[in-house]
C-alpha cells in the first residue's frame, strides 16, 4: 500500500465486512488535480479504475473531484462520495 495512504481508506481496503456487500463504493482517487481517476469498488466485489466519461449501471461518470464522482442518471446530477470516517 502507498505510503501516502490516508489511515482510514487503509481501513477499509482492509478490514472485513466495513464496505457492504452490494453497494458501488469510491475507494481511492489518483492522478493531478485536472485529470484525477477513481478506484471504484463494484457491486460485485470487483476494482475498476474509472475516468470521466465511464459508464456504470449508475449512469455514467461525467466528472471526478477531490470528493468524489459526479454520475448523470435520469437528467440528474448526483455525487458518489469517497469512503471517509
Same mark, same amino acid.
Given at each position: 500500500?502507498?505510503?501516502?495512504? &490516508? $489511515?482510514?481508506?487503509? %481501513?477499509?481496503?482492509?478490514?472485513?465486512?466495513?464496505?457492504?456487500?452490494? /453497494?458501488? !463504493?469510491?475507494?481511492?482517487?489518483?492522478? &493531478? $488535480?485536472?485529470?484525477? %481517476?477513481?478506484?471504484?469498488?463494484?457491486?460485485?466485489?470487483?476494482?475498476? /479504475?474509472? !475516468?470521466?466519461?465511464?459508464?456504470?449501471?449508475?449512469?455514467?461518470?461525467?466528472?471526478?473531484?477531490?470528493?468524489?464522482?459526479?454520475?448523470?442518471?435520469?437528467?440528474?446530477?448526483?455525487?458518489?462520495?469517497?469512503?471517509?470516517?
Amino acid at each position: 500500500m502507498a505510503a501516502d495512504t &490516508p $489511515e482510514n481508506v487503509a %481501513r477499509f481496503a482492509t478490514e472485513p465486512d466495513i464496505l457492504h456487500s452490494r /453497494q458501488l !463504493a469510491v475507494i481511492g482517487l489518483y492522478g &493531478p $488535480e485536472t485529470d484525477l %481517476r477513481a478506484m471504484v469498488r463494484m457491486p460485485s466485489g470487483r476494482i475498476k /479504475q474509472i !475516468a470521466p466519461g465511464n459508464r456504470l449501471a449508475h449512469g455514467e461518470v461525467v466528472a471526478i473531484d477531490r470528493e468524489g464522482l459526479l454520475i448523470l442518471r435520469h437528467g440528474q446530477t448526483q455525487r458518489l462520495p469517497l469512503l471517509a470516517d
